[in-house]
């Protein structure tokens, strides 16, 4: 509900209270455009879902419903507590940089159509009226402004971005979202190219986990070499283009479910080839096949 009230700007709601007095305090805009307004306002919802700094806010808007508050000069007499006030700061500021964006992309926009234009006067190919210049303004940053807000509001679907049990700041989340939002692809390319990502990160999950079981119930060195012989190559291929490799390579975007899902497989494989080579049993052939893996440039490895 909050953050429909921040995407909606419900006039009595606290997260009107509290987006009006970081906006008063902390952000300049200029003249205001409502597609951009409304992009904006979405941005907004989706970086303080993502960070997590969603309860966070709401107490920072009864507190100020509750205490209340009076202007003088620009600025507020109640400040907020300073290390939550900081980062709230920061989503504000964050936010407000998609406005720019905007800007800059219809820019672009223009640029491209003055080189076209020019083009088609060149070769007597222009056949069209021209829209009013205020009419063309506005429908480019509709146009623009409307893919914004449909990604944010896609983002506000899925589940938060920032796991408390990782070391992901703050400010590597707001910046993977503002990224997303202002990239020129569309949604459904966005969706298409997740999908992707997510179906090669499944893929290698259920190779790790082949590759473990044939190790497990292969009966004689011969056959763990055999089966070895495979993993250092199929390792390689995943950036063949690179010296070194990792296991996670090309990963980004999957998803935290997938790329831990990975990581705990291969780990389970790792510790596989750690017994291999602990093993005083072990075939010197049989013990050169497990180095082979940790060789190609794998990261994080302890034996």
């Known amino acids: 509900e909050f953050c429909q009230d921040i995407l909606n700007r419900r006039p009595d709601s606290p997260a009107f209270l509290l987006a009006s007095r970081m906006e008063r305090q902390y952000i300049r805009n200029g003249n205001s455009v409502a597609a951009i307004d409304e992009a904006y306002n979405a941005v907004l919802a989706a970086l303080l879902y993502h960070t997590g700094m969603l309860a966070e806010a709401m107490q920072e808007a009864e507190r100020l419903q509750s205490f209340g508050f009076e202007e003088k000069g620009g600025q507020w007499r109640r400040p907020s507590s300073e290390s939550g006030g900081n980062r709230l700061m920061r989503v504000w500021q964050i936010a407000s940089k998609v406005r720019q964006g905007i800007i800059q992309q219809r820019q672009e926009l223009q640029l491209d159509s003055a080189i076209q234009e020019e083009i088609d006067l060149a070769t007597r190919r222009r056949s069209f009226v021209g829209l009013n210049p205020q009419a063309e303004r506005e429908n480019s940053y509709k146009r623009i402004a409307g893919i914004v807000t449909q990604k944010a509001k896609f983002l506000l679907d899925l589940r938060v971005a920032k796991n408390p049990l990782e070391f992901t700041t703050d400010e590597a989340v707001m910046n993977s979202v503002l990224t997303f ?23 290698r999950i259920a190779g790790f986990q082949y590759f473990q079981q044939a190790l497990k119930y292969a009966k004689y060195p011969t056959m763990k070499r055999e089966i070895l012989s495979f993993l250092g190559p199929s390792l390689r291929r995943i950036s063949p283009e690179k010296s070194t490799h990792h296991y996670l390579d090309g990963l980004k975007g999957a998803g935290n479910a997938p790329t831990l899902a990975c990581t705990f497989v291969f780990e389970m494989l790792m510790t596989q080839l750690a017994a291999i080579l602990r093993d005083p049993s072990s075939e010197p052939s049989l013990l050169t096949a497990a180095l082979d893996p940790p060789a190609s440039g794998i990261r994080d490895l302890s034996i």
Do not use: D, Q
């Open 181 to 203: 939002v202002l990239s020129p692809l569309s949604l459904e390319t966005e969706k298409h190219l997740i999908c992707l990502c997510r179906s090669v990160a499944f893929s």
